[in-house]
């Protein structure tokens, strides 16, 4: 069999997903449009039955996944409110996903872009509703908006945190708490169309995958939607079994390693010591300094690899210029923090394990970088705004879309200087359409407007411009982590319940990038057009 054509492949993340420039020579593979609701979707009735059936079955996956919670309890011996608390809440699942499918059992599997977007929001509204009961129900975190943050924030990868004392929880809650960084780091939704068939006939992977992984176009590694899902989550694995290996063998033990690999994988964040990653060895930071980097990567990047595509990999534009900013940040704050660290390998190793944290929005930290000089914090709030590379399990804008708008700046200057020449975008030698570049500047305004929206909201509280802003950006990217009173050495506890709204939203917009949760509140979604 040949190799596919070379392209960059859009799935989600932690944080989300971004734009598909394709390679290589010959046809392109097909993709979507830009990631809104177009006629194909509003011309039909809406499928409200399949609706309903998907969100029960993401429902009972939910219950299915919260078991392993429950094992740990177990074997820790916390059989009361945690084991309790689980069990409550699984039978709970188990009853509205059941009956949502008992309800739903001969829907029809048309379902077009309307509906993609739409069981991609309320699943991620409903899975955070349900999985934030366990917190609620066993009194370890007894505010239902505060559960609700810390799960939000789990799935979505942020690793914000309104707990003071971590170690606190109890085993069972803390690998939920963790746990949630797995599955929302490549996508519950991805998850169920590598396990659950479409059938014959169904069509409908597509626009889930579309709506999940919004961006200006979205493209298949291989060519069945269901087996590049299942090819995505065996590399998501293998990557995450590895990094479980590696820490194991550095004596992190099992269940530290466990929490951290599944909080490495989906550059998550959540830690189960108060101190983050701090009293760990070196070698242990230095394995989630190389693991979290290596989740930042483009996913098909790996695919090249295993297919032996050395060259195309290797020298991906959106590769080496996600490596590019990430080692010159790392030199640069390095040099910069040296007077506070005994010798320059000293101040290499916490910048290093730094920018690879935030730029990947992860959010584990070995320092209160919040002390570092100004230059370096106002590195780290950049990266903060770029974030990983689309294709991965990190957030932020994505270095595709930096990457986008660069070229595209460049080739209007050129365009504006000689008028009547040709001046295209290409990424990789292959021409990126207007319809990706226009929808990288719909992204952009969007996330301009929400961000000073959200800015606005969170200055109602009586707290500093640095604080406000940081924590916006560190929800709406999906980081964890800011500076000032939301530094890595603090917390989200202090925000008012408004504000703690404001920015699980900001979470999940961020995650989602943006376009499903808007769809989701316009009335035109809703509205049957014939």
Known sequence: ???????????????????????????????????????????????????GRLLGVLLLMEAAFMLPAAAVCFLYGETGAPMRA??????????????????????????????????????WLLLSAFGALPFTFSGEIPNYIDALFETISGFTTTGASILTNVEG????????????????GMGMLVFLLAVVPSGKGGGYSIHILRAESPGPSVGKIVPRMRQTASLLYKMYIA???????????????????????????????FGIKNDSMASYSPYLQNVCTVFMALFGVNFSIYFLLLMREWKAALFDEELLT?????????????VDILPRYANFGE?????????????????????????????????????????????????????????LLLKHLAAEIRRMLRPRSVNVVRVNRRT?????????????????????????????????????????????????????????????????????????????????EIFPILVLFSRYTWKRLR
């Open 347 to 403: 101040a290499f190793h916490h910048a290093s394990f730094t920018v690879s944290s935030v730029m990947t929005t992860t959010g584990f930290a070995t320092e209160d970088f919040n002390l570092w000089p100004q230059f370096s914090r106002s590195i780290l709030c950049v990266l903060m705004v770029i974030g990983a590379s689309a294709g991965s399990t990190g957030g932020g804008i994505k270095v595709a879309r930096v990457l």
């Open 239 to 269: 990557l995450t079994v590895l990094c479980a290996a590696f820490l194991l063998a550095g004596g992190m033990p099992l269940f530290d390693s466990l929490c951290t690999a599944f909080g490495t994988a989906g550059t998550g964040g």
């Open 86 to 123: 689980f069990a409550a809440t699984i039978a709970l699942l188990a009853a509205v996903g059941g009956a949502a499918l008992s309800l739903c059992h001969d829907a029809s599997r048309d379902l077009y872009a309307r509906e993609g977007f739409i069981i991609v929001s309320l699943g």
């Open 322 to 334: 996600y490596v590019g900013i990430m080692l010159g940040a790392m030199f640069l704050i390095a």
């Open 169 to 184: 929880l109890s085993h069972g809650l803390l690998y939920w708490r963790s746990f949630t960084h797995w599955l929302g």
């Open 1 to 51: 069999m040949s190799a596919p054509k070379r392209f960059l492949c859009i799935f989600p993340q932690g944080g989300g997903c971004a734009e598909t420039a394709f390679r290589g020579s010959g046809r392109s593979p097909k993709t979507s449009r830009a990631p809104y609701l177009t006629g194909e979707g509003l011309e039909n009735a809406m499928n409200k039955k399949m609706i």
């Open 432 to 512: 990126v359409s207007d319809d990706v570049l226009r929808g990288v500047n719909i992204y952009m305004t969007a996330y301009a407007g929400i961000a000073v929206v959200s800015f606005l909201l969170l200055s109602l509280g009586d707290f500093s411009l640095e604080t406000n802003i940081t924590a916006m950006l560190a929800c709406f990217n999906n980081i964890g982590p800011g500076l000032d009173l939301v530094g890595p050495t603090s917390n989200y506890s202090l925000f008012s319940p408004l504000a703690k709204i404001v920015l699980s939203m900001d979470m999940l917009l961020g995650r989602l």
